[in-house]
């Protein structure tokens, strides 16, 4: 028989799962080991209530007021004792997971956030936010947790099976061999948990795209007076998604319903076989009701844990995803430029003026096979001058930017930065030297001061030189520095969230500037004005793609890129273009019709 190979996604994907088990125990593996014991200690210990039950009842029968006294003693100091460990199993157990699910998330956040622009944008987002909710939560309990319960439950049978030696062998013999029942009762359903489980995850994470979907265009929706056709398909995935959990409800109860059933078999065979060997006086009342007692103590280990492993087996199937999702994304993103694999990539800090630019030498680039969206691209941008990107939808103005941010790798021919083939950059310090402006701004929820700073520290004339040249001066004097953006900047115009987001890039001090449609949402004042806040900036190279020809700003550009089915199709400044009569020329007229 042939041995399927695993394709090296699926062993990527593997071998990040384990890293993702080690985040669980980074800085936390004394408290789990305390844990794990406490645990395996008040098992024993509950275990061992049997015993003080079959002593009491003994004692009860056939014994004196001393017996009982002293019995009662020993059980207070054992209650005492148990309830110091259950108080050490709690701490520990949910400070363990506490610190494991934080560390989780944390690396699950980190390894997206690694991820290229490109690798990011063949994914969908809602596949992220699921998995770190919905799929978190479900790892925690049936993961995290489980484990306690697992070694619980590990703990109670042996215990209870050398107990049930030393009172009676016989009565031992019966237990086992009705054992059988819920064992086999149990392996019958167990099964179909883990394929239920990653269909439920699966219906979440297609439900949450959805909503988001729904809710990001509810301006769309209500305009178009679409809300209750929206409303149908709304209904329609929560119907499915409501279902496959209402499947995985209906299979887990009925799982406890057969080892129920199977377990009260159990139970009362081996209660009417203790009360035939008590009649006959080979045992005693008290230990028919230790071995009910500890037949429970059996019988829950097969009742739980195969619907516990079938669980875990689950929770390490959405850590796979996850593993997926921030490992081997980024294969064959790579570019091939023909230095040995050993060299090491160098460090991008910037462009200086006087110095060689951004430069396109016969770039050609495409999606997808066969279908070019650059061809044969000769392009040279010269540090610290401005630059208009225009043409028609189409015609790669934006596939041009993201070429320069390093997004899309596999191109033919070659890009320099300053000199130096992108290629042979490190990925991670493009955005050192280098920042974009698009057209939906980032805000968050926060002061206007930590949308700008982004959270880091600066100083304060540092900031105020950026505020400064970005125009936010007076924003800044109306509402304050720690004015609220509100959600997604609800509280700013337009133009206000523009603003913050050209003093992002000029507070970093880089010397690249990238500007995709950042003005084609705005009204033309507004629009007129980020731009002249754009072409004031000295000392930065800007890459302003831009549909919207205006004559007063275009002529401020140092020079205009004109684009046309992915090929430069001329380039100058206004005057010339528009002197040459051809096609900038004809975009330009069409535009003020």
């Excluded at 001061?449 to 100083?459: G, L, S």
């Amino acid at each position: 028989m042939k041995t399927m190979k695993k394709s090296p996604a699926t062993k990527i994907a593997r071998a990040s799962v384990k890293e993702y088990k080690k985040a669980f125990y980074h800085h936390n593996r004394l408290i789990y080991c305390i844990a794990m014991v406490s645990t395996a200690m008040s098992a024993v210990l509950n275990v061992l209530l049997a015993v003080i039950l079959k002593e009491l009842l003994d004692v009860a029968i056939g014994g004196g007021i001393q017996e009982l006294l002293e019995l009662v003693m020993t059980s207070l100091i054992f209650l005492a004792v148990l309830v110091v460990v259950w108080l050490i199993q709690r701490e520990s157990k949910f400070r363990f997971v506490k610190r494991a699910v934080e560390a989780y998330r944390n690396k699950a956040y980190g390894d997206i956030t690694r991820k290229s622009i490109s690798a990011f944008a063949r994914e969908n987002t809602s596949n992220y936010i699921s998995a770190l909710t919905n799929d978190v939560t479900s790892i925690e309990n049936n993961y995290l947790l489980a484990r306690f319960d697992i070694l619980s439950q590990l703990v109670f049978a042996p215990v209870s099976f050398v107990l049930m030696l030393w009172y009676s062998w016989s009565m031992t013999l019966v237990v086992f061999l009705l054992c059988a029942l819920p064992v086999v009762a149990a392996m019958a359903v167990g099964g179909r948990v883990t394929k239920i489980e990653k269909n439920v995850s699966g219906k979440n994470a297609s439900f949450m795209a959805m909503v988001k979907d729904l809710l990001s265009g509810f301006t769309v929706i209500k305009s178009f007076q679409a809300q209750e056709e929206t409303a149908v398909l709304y209904q329609g995935k929560n119907q499915q998604l409501e279902q496959v959990k209402c499947i995985r409800r209906k299979t887990e109860e009925m799982i406890s319903i057969i080892t129920t059933t199977a377990g009260f078999i159990m139970q009362m065979g081996v209660f009417v076989f203790g009360a035939y060997l008590c009649i006959r006086g080979q045992i005693t009342p008290g230990v028919v009701i230790a071995f009910v007692q500890m037949m429970n103590y059996v019988l829950s280990p097969i009742n739980t844990l195969p619907k516990l492993f079938a669980n875990q087996k689950a929770a390490l199937g959405l850590m796979e995803k996850m593993a997926a999702y921030g490992a081997g994304q980024d294969q064959g993103m790579t570019r091939d430029t023909g230095l040995a694999e050993s060299r090491q990539l160098v460090p991008f800090r910037g462009l200086q003026e006087g110095r060689e630019g951004i430069v396109f030498r016969h770039v050609t680039f495409s999606y997808e096979a066969d279908k070019e969206v650059l061809r044969d691209i000769n392009l040279t941008f010269e540090a610290g001058k401005s630059y208009a990107i225009v043409g028609g939808s189409g015609s790669g103005k934006s596939t041009l930017l993201n070429l320069v941010m390093g997004s899309y790798p596999e191109y033919a021919g070659e890009i320099t930065l300053g000199g130096t083939e992108l290629g042979q950059i490190d990925p991670d310090s493009i955005f050192d030297g280098m920042s974009v402006i698009q057209q939906n701004v980032f805000i968050f929820d926060d002061t206007i001061r930590r949308n700008i700073c982004m959270f880091k520290e600066f100083h304060k004339e540092r900031l105020d030189s950026a505020i400064q040249r970005a125009g936010l001066a007076r924003l800044i004097e109306e509402k304050g520095e720690d004015y609220g953006c509100g959600e997604n900047g609800a509280h700013l115009s337009g133009g206000e969230k523009q603003r913050i987001s050209i003093a992002r890039s000029l507070l970093r001090q880089v010397s690249v500037l990238l500007v995709d449609e950042a003005t084609s949402a705005l009204d033309a004042e507004t629009s007129d004005s980020v731009t002249n806040a754009l072409l004031d900036i000295r000392g930065v190279t800007r890459l302003v793609v831009t549909h919207k020809l205006d004559e007063k700003a275009l002529k401020r550009f140092d020079e205009i890129i004109v684009m046309r089915n992915g090929q430069v199709e001329e380039q100058g400044d206004f005057d010339t273009l528009m002197g040459n009569g051809a096609y900038f020329a004809s975009l330009y007229q069409i535009s003020r019709e």
